[in-house]
């Protein structure tokens, strides 16, 4: 399972980024916790990285499962491929949430043929 492990080391690492960036943009913008709104910029990279914890509780389970039942080397491929979704919903949503669309689909599909797929795998062994 060594590509399932390395695409969900990379999916924690690019969610650990987003938390940085969090505490960083807390600091620009003067936002303290518990506060999470009052200043746009702070409130879209906020909502990058609660969105990312969000998608995580699919994504993890879906990789894992298709890795498990269907194939470790395609699961740690669809794994790198969503982290880069991510990635570039995070850029499109820094910039203006109305462009994160992109990002977030692919983010969704990729998710969804994992979960779609290592269930099947797991019924039909």
């Known amino acids: 399972m060594r590509f399932t492990v390395l695409a969900t080391f990379a999916a924690l690492v690019a969610y ?12 620009e913008f003067g936002v303290e916790a518990p506060r999470v ?3 746009e910029a702070f409130e879209r990279i906020f909502r990058v990285q609660q969105n990312t914890v969000e998608q995580l509780a699919l994504f993890l389970p ?11 080397p395609v699961a740690g491929i669809l794994g790198l491929c969503w982290t880069g979704a991510r990635v ?7 910039v ?3 462009r994160r669309g992109p990002g977030a689909a692919l983010t969704i599909l990729i998710a969804l043929v994992l979960l779609v ?5 797991a019924l039909l062994r």
């Open 16 to 27: 650990a980024w987003f938390m940085i960036k969090v505490a960083r943009a807390r600091r």
């Open 62 to 72: 879906a990789l894992w499962l298709f890795g498990g039942y269907v194939s470790d």
């Open 37 to 39: 709104t009052g200043n």
């Open 96 to 98: 203006d949430a109305r």
């Open 117 to 121: 797929g290592g269930t099947a795998g």
């Open 88 to 94: 570039l919903y995070a850029t499109e949503y820094y």
